[in-house]
Antibody
Framework: QLVESGGGLVQPGESLRLSCEAS????????MHWVRKPLGRGLEWVST???????YYLDSVKGRFTISRENGMDSIYLQMNSLMPGDTAVYYC??????????WGQGTMVTVSS | QSALTQPASVSGSPGQSITISCTGT?????????VSWYQHHPGKAPKLIIY???DRPSGVSIRFSGSKSGNTASLTISGLQAEDEADYFC??????????FGGGTKLTVL
């Protein structure tokens, strides 16, 4: 099970920190992902953190978003700075299954608006 | 990180089969076996239905199948049922160590 939290309504330029708490599997063994879905649009991969702490980002969030993990808490995080209206979306965390997004949380809504 | 190309919509009658295409490049779909498909009902979390081009997760109906030829992957749903009406997205790992999704296909069961 994956449970996201931390979403909300913020103004452009502000920050949010999303959290995703996992249960039911050996968290430390798996790559973990953040994927978002803007309303009325398609899914968009945002970031991945590997089991070895390697991190990868969508070009449009590089330098603004930081993914991290805390294996002792079975959690990943997404620190989102300098938020823009284009970042408005439902953010999902997901567990990797052979290069796919195998298990998803219910999502947390991020709205960036003045 | 250009999106993969999917048809905007497809439709079929109950019991029929439909196929949704997903076209990428030789830097993503054509290069890796890490092509996957997702079913998304509005308001719910997306659900993985195909991974590694053609593998089905446990619990996913055998009516769903995947394949790939060159830079194009395909999802086939046989024996269409009303519950299959949803949005479908493909995804691929890329040479840039990133992932890319298709724009999504709305399946209507007539």
């Amino acid at each position: 099970q994956l449970v996201e939290s931390g979403g909300g309504l913020v103004q452009p330029g502000e920050s949010l920190r999303l959290s995703c708490e996992a249960s039911g599997f050996t968290f430390s063994r798996y790559d973990m992902h953040w994927v978002r879905k803007p309303l009325g649009r398609g899914l968009e991969w945002v970031s991945t953190i590997g089991a070895a702490d390697d991190a990868y980002y969508l070009d449009s969030v590089k330098g603004r978003f930081t993914i991290s993990r805390e294996n002792g808490m079975d959690s990943i995080y997404l620190q989102m700075n300098s938020l823009m209206p284009g970042d408005t979306a439902v953010y999902y965390c997901g567990r990797d299954v052979e290069g796919a997004f195998g298990f998803w949380g219910q999502g947390t809504m991020v709205t960036v608006s003045s | 990180q250009s999106a993969l190309t999917q048809p905007a919509s497809v439709s079929g009658s109950p019991g029929q089969s439909i196929t949704i295409s997903c076209t990428g490049t030789d830097s993503d779909v054509g290069r890796y076996k890490y092509v996957s498909w997702y079913q998304h009902h509005p308001g719910k979390a997306p659900k993985l239905i195909i991974y590694a081009v053609s593998d089905r997760p446990s619990g996913v109906s055998i009516r769903f199948s995947g394949s790939k030829s060159g830079n194009t992957a395909s999802l086939t749903i046989s024996g269409l049922q009303a519950e299959d009406e949803a949005d479908y997205f493909c995804s691929s790992y890329t040479r840039s160590n990133t992932w890319v999704f298709g724009g999504g296909t709305k399946l209507t069961v007539l």
